[in-house]
């Protein structure tokens, strides 16, 4: 239930590493508190000593603190951890103010404001514990003492499950009944445990009811949702969590020389000019970015409007200071070809689409390399691609622990025809995260510039392709947003891999779009050129994505430069185009298809060059 955007970005090109291994994501879930108390006296991550000097407790099966704190997943119990550094205290918002009727219920409790920390999902606070008073123990006396104010509607440990990410479960159940139970017994069901339906078909998933309970402890919510997980008449229940997750032609563009992972001398590269010359991307053909927004007026970005399902906004674009990630990763997909600005995308006719479900965390004025959302919100941004026509989803987050929820809208949306690409993760280990380790998801690990698995890369069974993470030049937020002090800036992670893939995804799509995910998984796979070890490996996958073979591979050896079908494209072709110099309609010399034969297509077929078919 926690994903983390997998990202290591390099504002200004200096290297400064944002997303961390699994250890260093517990250090940091586990440090806050200490972050908080250096807030104003250096980085936020400078102090986790108190953190790391609370005793550990016994590991549980699946190798983290048993604390006796578990959830259900698809009948599986998964057991959690309690932060001892933090706890979190939630206040319901009724007609009046909000922001008032929290600090009442603060003050109440007698927290001073250097303590706490609004979510970034409503109602919501995180209070950290004092330094020095730090453990498991301090955590689960303060969360006794703060329900025993009577000023909070729900009070809970935050608990940290799989990779070390804080998840903190809510009042809300999200419930999915099995087929043959109708609403009257469902209902009844969740009444004899104490909760009310509010939702149908709740998050856009058929079948999947969201009702409150009247408790006001969140592990409590945790041990009814494994009740009712159990019941014969459910296919899953569990608490609609708060998690955190992991940040995981020749175009004019002048910074187009800079961008390895398209083209570069050594050939390591996914042979995009190639591609372009065979298809630069139906806009027809939409890739979802399930990320923190993304910037809805970026002068360098070819997208539709996009919506937002986390907290505090609307249509798609970031709200805080901190939601950068999203604008990031849509450039490499559709950064806009041939407008004389910034870079370009690996697909740069499709278009994408801001799919905003997390917002990134700031804490005591410092981003975090985190993102924060809420199951249902996920699980609404997924169900929202299908629901629009997306033939193509990119998560670049990852880590924690599964959702049954968002499991299930994964498999159900690729059911619909919706392909799915996520980022392997940034660890550098040999396991994947969530939700990348899902078979109905496609794990992407990174490749630095030398086309070798990128260092920090996770990868591991299940790992589908392998694409740049390394050094990636993409867009950036204007105006004094964003990670460096202009519109592009370069970042590693498996973060940029993931939506590369997702764009060769597209270019295939723009050629047929009647190919099923398993139809383009297979042309991806089988056009892949091989690393590592011969065939299948679980570093590289299939291999280095290239978006030219693939994009060769529907079309049928086809070869548009070839102007005279000679089975060469050379000399004769350019000539071909300098005869037909000037408007032209649906002349073959027109090779990028706008109307008119000019030095664009020129270029195409210098792109072409050589043996062709």
């Known amino acids: 239930m926690s994903p983390i955007p997998c990202l290591r970005t390099r504002p200004n090109r200096s290297s400064v590493r944002t997303a961390m291994s699994g250890a260093s994501a517990r250090v940091l879930a586990s440090g806050v508190a200490a972050a908080a108390a250096v ?20 590991a549980g099966a699946d190798g983290v603190a048993d604390t006796g704190v578990r959830y259900a997943y698809f009948g599986r119990l998964i057991d959690l951890e309690v932060d001892p550094t933090m706890v979190a205290v939630f206040v319901a918002s009724g007609d009046g103010d909000v922001e008032a009727d929290r600090d009442r219920a603060l003050a109440a409790a007698a927290l001073p404001a250097e303590r706490v920390q609004p979510s970034t999902v409503p109602g919501w606070t995180y209070v950290v514990l004092p330094d020095g008073g730090q453990s498991r123990a301090a955590a689960l006396a303060e969360v006794d003492r703060l329900r025993a104010t009577g000023a909070f509607d729900m009070v809970s440990p935050v608990l940290l499950g799989a990779g070390g990410l804080p998840m903190v479960p809510t009042r809300d159940l999200l419930v999915r009944f099995r087929d043959g139970i109708d609403d009257d017994a469902a209902d009844a069901l969740l009444a004899a445990h104490g909760a009310t339906v509010l939702e149908r078909d709740a998050a856009g998933l058929p079948g999947l009811v969201r009702a409150r309970t009247t408790l006001d402890h969140g592990p409590d919510v945790l041990e009814l949702a494994i009740e009712l997980d159990r019941h014969p008449d459910t296919l899953f229940a569990q608490s609609d969590t708060v998690y955190w997750a992991r940040r995981s032609s020749i175009p004019n563009d002048p910074l187009f020389p800079q961008q390895w992972a398209l083209d570069q001398a050594s050939d390591q590269d ?58 990031a990763v849509a450039g490499c997909v559709s950064a806009t070809i041939d407008n004389g600005i910034g870079v370009v995308g690996i697909a740069p006719d499709v278009t994408v689409r801001s799919g905003k479900i997390f917002n990134e965390l700031s804490f005591f004025f410092f981003c975090l390399p985190f993102l924060e959302s809420q199951d249902s919100w996920t699980v609404s941004g ?38 799915h690409f996520a980022a392997a993760g940034n660890d550098g280990t040999s396991s994947l995260g969530y939700p990348a380790s899902l078979s109905t998801v496609n794990a992407v690990s990174a490749l630095a510039s030398n086309g ?69 998984e297979s042309i991806l796979a089988a ?4 690393r590592g070890a011969p065939g299948y490996d679980t ?68 792109a072409a060059w050589g043996t062709c078919g």
Do not use: K
């Not at 807030?39 to 016994?58: D, E, K, R, V, W």
């Not at 070839?562 to 000037?582: H, K, M, R, T, Y």
């Open 382 to 419: 997924i169900t929202w691609s299908a629901a629009e026509g997306a033939r193509v989803s990119n998560s670049s987050w990852g880590g924690g622990s599964p959702s049954a929820a968002i499991s299930s809208a994964f498999a159900e949306t690729r059911d619909q025809g919706v392909i």
């Open 527 to 530: 056009t892949a050129v091989d």
């Open 39 to 58: 807030a104003l006296a250096g980085p936020p991550f400078a102090s986790s000593s108190a953190a790391a000097a609370a005793s550990p407790a016994p």
């Open 270 to 327: 996914m042979d995009a000019p190639e591609a372009w010359a065979l298809e630069r991307g139906d806009p027809a053909i939409s890739v979802v970015v399930l990320d923190s927004g993304i910037q809805q007026d970026h002068p360098d970005l070819t997208q539709l409007p996009g919506a937002t399902f986390a907290a505090g906004g609307s249509g798609g674009g970031p709200i805080g200071q901190c939601d950068n990630h999203g604008t």
């Open 452 to 520: 070798l698995l990128a260092d920090f890369s996770t990868s591991g069974p299940g790992t589908f392709i392998a694409a740049p993470g390394a050094d990636i030049l993409t867009t950036d937020r204007t105006g004094g947003a964003g990670y460096s002090s202009g519109p592009v800036t370069t970042i590693d992670g498996t973060s940029f891999a993931s939506p590369y893939a997702a764009g060769v995804a597209a270019l295939v799509l723009s050629a047929d779009s009647s190919l099923t995910p398993e139809e383009v």
């Open 539 to 606: 570093q590289y996958g299939h291999g280095f994505v290239n978006a030219r073979a693939a994009v060769e591979a529907v079309l049928g050896g086809a070869c548009p430069a070839d102007i005279d079908g000679s089975g060469d494209v050379g000399f004769d072709d350019v000539l071909a185009v300098l005869a037909a110099w000037g408007p032209c309609d649906a002349c073959p010399e027109d090779l990028d298809g706008n109307g008119d034969v000019g030095f664009d297509d020129v270029l195409a077929v210098l």
